[in-house]
Nanobody
């Protein structure tokens, strides 16, 4: 079991930057691959970025690739999403998610499929004004 709490959202002007954080409870954070997803009003939840257990493998959606960086600090049980050059279309609730938790979960998987994630945070709102 892991509990996730996102922070760092807010209102930012187009072209600005934000760093989202996701703090995880428990002592086995390093056994989870982590992902960020987002959902805008009236739209489906979309993949944003993911990072493997090892931190070596990352994946990004085309919409944020080149503008965002996902990273993790296992000593702090935290995963980050640094976003820059923000656009109004980046406005959404951003969710942190975790998958794995067992010693046999692959260390190099960074899934973009939300149905593979078992644990979700409550979300943090990001609003980008034009």
């Amino acid at each position: 079991q892991v509990q996730l709490v996102e922070s760092g959202g807010g209102l930012v002007q187009a072209g600005g930057s934000l760093r989202l954080s996701c703090a995880a409870s428990g002592r086995t954070f390093s056994s989870y691959a982590m992902g960020w997803f987002r959902q805008a009003p009236g739209k489906e939840r979309d993949f944003v970025a993911a990072i493997s257990r090892s931190g070596i493998v990352t994946s990004y959606s085309d919409s944020v690739k080149g503008r965002s960086t996902i990273s993790r600090d296992d000593a702090k049980n935290t995963v980050y999403l640094q976003m820059s050059s923000l656009k109004p279309e980046d406005s959404a609730v951003y969710y942190c998610a975790a998958t794995g938790g067992g010693m046999y979960y692959p260390t190099t998987v960074a899934s973009n499929k939300d149905n593979e994630y078992s644990y979700w945070g409550q979300g943090t709102q990001v609003t980008v004004s034009s």
